[in-house]
């Protein structure tokens, strides 16, 4: 069972506007898979704690933890982590966590990963773990109300560094140079189902109203329901 480990914050990088990456260092870090997820614990003098779960968005390396968190309007934890937690200051993490939404870079079949908002980013471990350590086509769906919303912008505008196909789907505001007009996730995003081996293996992760909705179009264009995996929040 994991315990709660200290863990200082050594890097904040913005994402958004109000979506951030935190950095942090965690001795005697065990590592984790791509797709997990952590604990984080805040306490304050007067003994209160408050915890929180946050993805994991980048693959396990040495003592280094990589957490995505978007800060909600009339949160308790996460605008303080967004914005307020000193650089060096220490919250504990419990983990990692979870064993069924994770993908493994041994596992060869193509992989969908859809996302929506700050879904991505346990998504974004996957497609990291993916372009170092495997071959197997992937192709992420990522659905963001418009541009400034999309998180790790740089790195998704170089799928072909990453070795993921990307698609945006801008559900409010597009870009004026996108062949697509703004809307909501629909079956013409979604590749169908791969034909051979055991078939495409999914990824759906984000708000729930978002996650039911994508799941449905997989499930309607042909894909196993036992091949997709979520993760929901919200």
Known sequence: MSSWRRARLVERRELSTTGRSLHFDV?????????????????????????R???????????RIELGVQAAAGGEVSPYLAGDLP????????????????????????VLLVAG??????????????????????????????PAQVWYREELAAPRDLGTTVHLVHTREAPPDSPRPPGRVGARDLPPPAAAGGGT????????????????????????????RTERFG
Do not use: N
């Open 27 to 51: 001795p005697h870090w065990p590592g984790h898979l791509a797709g997990q997820h952590v604990d984080v614990r805040l306490s304050a003098d007067d003994g209160y704690q408050a915890v």
């Open 53 to 63: 779960s946050y993805s994991l968005a980048a693959p396990g390396r040495g003592t």
């Open 87 to 110: 650089v060096g200051a220490e919250v504990e993490v419990k983990g990692p966590l979870g064993g069924w939404f994770v993908w493994r870079p041994e596992q060869e079949d193509p």
């Open 117 to 146: 908002g700050c879904g991505i980013a346990p998504l974004m471990a996957m497609i990291r773990d993916h372009r170092e350590h495997s071959a197997a086509p992937m192709h992420l769906v990522y659905s963001v109300r418009d």
């Open 201 to 228: 293996l999914c990824f759906v992760c984000g708000p729930t109203g978002f996650v039911e909705h994508a799941a449905g179009l997989l499930v309607g264009a042909g894909h196993a329901p036992g091949r997709i």
